[in-house]
């Protein structure tokens, strides 16, 4: 199993379809896997049009290394 890091993803999405945005917890190995994990779990709902932007803020986004072998998933959720 590869190294995994913790990204702390905040991303915005303008009003109508958010009022804030929202804050992405993601064990992943690297920022395209971060991206899959956090458009899969989304469903579609921060729309294909924001898809760039949050490339970007995953890239821009603060990581941890993970001490422990862990699986990739989304740790926690906060979204409006």
Not at 19 to 26: H, I, K, P
Request: net charge negative; aromatic share 16%; with cysteine.
């Amino acid at each position: 199993m590869k190294s995994k890091l913790i990204y702390t993803v905040q991303h915005y999405v303008p009003f109508p379809q958010s009022e804030y945005g929202g804050l992405w917890v993601v064990i992943a190995e690297n920022d395209s896997e971060c991206f899959d994990l956090i458009v899969e779990q989304d469903g579609g709902n921060f729309y294909e049009q924001y898809y760039s932007d949050l490339r970007e803020n995953i890239m821009n986004s603060v990581t941890y290394p993970v001490a422990a072998k862990m699986e990739s998933c989304i740790v926690e959720e906060f979204t409006t």
